[in-house]
């Protein structure tokens, strides 16, 4: 069974419209994008295991949203 929060990052399409969501909180986009790295990764698993199909992976665009946001907070709580 999927939980709401997976369901929730593919209503924005890319990472970066997730990121531009002024109405969710540093901490939820995290959340949100650490499941959609969770889900890209288990896709590139069932493609090397031969089950292809669907859409190109968004791993490293979701890999690099989520270094720019993790080191945007850092900087906002060492300020």
């Known amino acids: 069974m999927t939980s709401p929060v997976k ?3 593919k209503k924005y399409g890319t990472p970066a419209k997730l990121t531009a969501d002024k109405s969710l909180s540093d ?3 995290v959340k949100l994008l650490q499941c959609w ?5 288990a896709l590139i698993r069932a493609s090397a ?3 292809s199909g669907g ?3 968004r791993l490293q665009e979701v890999l690099e949203v989520l270094k720019d946001l993790k080191c945007q907070d ?3 709580n060492n300020i």
């Open 7 to 9: 369901l929730d990052y």
């Open 27 to 29: 901490a939820e986009k």
């Open 37 to 41: 790295h969770d889900d890209e990764e």
């Open 49 to 51: 295991e031969g089950l």
């Open 55 to 57: 859409e190109p992976s």
């Open 74 to 76: 850092e900087l906002n």
